[in-house]
């Protein structure tokens, strides 16, 4: 997979070397199972038509630049990791655009003749509720106008498990509510952070990412895994700690070593610092969820 990174405006030399594809969008956040169903639909299309498999994503969250709602600055899959899933996915090329205020105060029908015509997009794929341009004013019926049948618009539906919209929203409130046995339902795996474990016997320490969206805090059962080690075992995620670093206590085996390239996969809560193990509450289906 090539990574291409994008600031505002385009350099005309990265639109003249874009290759022929079909180009999902979407910031992709957690890349869940609404994501990947945004993916493999694109996929498919790509297959069908013989062109390159692209991904458009953003280097920010646009809550950061966009006055509106809560400000994003903590992902369930920072940038690198993000990366990694979608090479595992099968995406040939991926975008990684700049949002800037500049970014933001382009107007829709501008950034789809900048941004994906000017990528030589053949077709494009989003989910329903994608917006882009100025105050968000393009959606997916507006894309179908803006292409002016230069390239072709498939809208993914709303993807729904157990009553629920599929969402990051949905993510970072099962996380931020210490529910992360449930996340495997809408994630399609358990929540990870990449990182490197450090350390010898029955306690290690994980660093990883301070950008990782963390779970509140509270005791958690996880597993520490790399590809020569797995071990279950207790984490602490103390109400002041230090930013990506976290200690885990093996239950049974021994590390007899740093992992460089190592996992910390969260799979059940314990208790919180009251041990309470129902600081969590209320139906998640009262709530509002969106992307």
Same mark, same amino acid.
């Given at each position: 997979?090539?990574?291409?990174?994008?600031?505002?405006?385009?350099?005309?030399?990265?639109?003249?070397?874009?290759?022929?594809?079909? $180009?999902?969008?979407?910031?992709?956040?957690?890349?869940?199972?609404?994501?990947?169903?945004?993916?493999?639909?694109?996929?498919?299309?790509?297959?069908?038509?013989?062109?390159?498999?692209?991904?458009?994503?953003?280097?920010?969250?646009?809550?950061?630049?966009?006055?509106?709602?809560?400000?994003?600055?903590?992902?369930?899959?920072?940038?690198?990791?993000?990366?990694?899933?979608?090479?595992?996915?099968?995406?040939?090329?991926?975008?990684?655009?700049?949002?800037?205020?500049?970014?933001?105060?382009?107007?829709?029908?501008?950034?789809?003749?900048?941004?994906?015509?000017?990528?030589?997009?053949?077709?494009?794929?989003?989910?329903?509720?994608?917006?882009?341009?100025?105050?968000?004013?393009?959606?997916?019926?507006?894309?179908?106008?803006?292409?002016?049948?230069?390239?072709?618009?498939?809208?993914?539906?709303?993807?729904?498990?157990?009553?629920?919209?599929?969402?990051?929203?949905?993510?970072?409130?099962?996380?931020?509510?210490?529910?992360?046995?449930?996340?495997?339902?809408?994630?399609?795996?358990?929540?990870?952070?990449?990182?490197?474990?450090?350390?010898?016997?029955?306690?290690?320490?994980?660093?990883?990412?301070?950008?990782?969206?963390?779970?509140?805090?509270?005791?958690?059962?996880?597993?520490?895994?790399?590809?020569?080690?797995?071990?279950?075992?207790?984490?602490?995620?103390?109400?002041?700690?230090?930013?990506?670093?976290?200690?885990?206590?093996?239950?049974?085996?021994?590390?007899?070593?740093? $992992?460089?390239?190592?996992?910390?996969?969260?799979?059940?809560?314990?208790?919180?610092?009251?041990?309470?193990?129902?600081?969590?509450?209320?139906?998640?289906?009262?709530?509002?969820?969106?992307?």
């Amino acid at each position: 997979m090539i990574t291409i990174p994008i600031k505002h405006p385009i350099a005309p030399s990265i639109q003249e070397n874009s290759q022929s594809c079909v $180009l999902a969008l979407g910031f992709f956040d957690g890349v869940h199972l609404g994501h990947q169903k945004i993916i493999s639909t694109a996929k498919k299309i790509a297959k069908d038509k013989g062109l390159k498999l692209a991904a458009m994503t953003f280097a920010q969250h646009p809550s950061s630049v966009i006055p509106k709602g809560p400000t994003i600055t903590r992902f369930i899959t920072p940038l690198s990791a993000k990366v990694k899933i979608f090479e595992q996915l099968g995406v040939d090329i991926l975008y990684v655009v700049d949002f800037t205020k500049e970014l933001a105060q382009v107007p829709h029908q501008e950034f789809v003749d900048q941004y994906l015509c000017g990528l030589n997009s053949k077709h494009v794929v989003a989910g329903f509720d994608y917006k882009y341009g100025f105050k968000g004013k393009g959606d997916m019926n507006q894309l179908s106008v803006d292409s002016k049948d230069r390239f072709g618009v498939t809208t993914v539906s709303k993807f729904e498990k157990h009553e629920q919209k599929v969402s990051s929203t949905l993510l970072r409130t099962l996380i931020s509510t210490g529910r992360v046995e449930e996340i495997p339902h809408y994630l399609g795996k358990s929540y990870e952070m990449a990182g490197k474990a450090e350390g010898k016997g029955k306690t290690c320490t994980f660093s990883f990412d301070p950008t990782y969206f963390m779970p509140i805090p509270g005791h958690y059962e996880v597993t520490v895994k790399s590809n020569l080690f797995q071990a279950k075992g207790m984490c602490e995620v103390p109400l002041l700690h230090c930013p990506g670093e976290l200690t885990t206590t093996f239950f049974e085996e021994t590390l007899h070593g740093d $992992l460089e390239n190592a996992a910390l996969q969260w799979n059940n809560f314990i208790a919180d610092f009251e041990m309470d193990i129902l600081h969590a509450q209320g139906d998640l289906r009262e709530l509002e969820m969106s992307m």
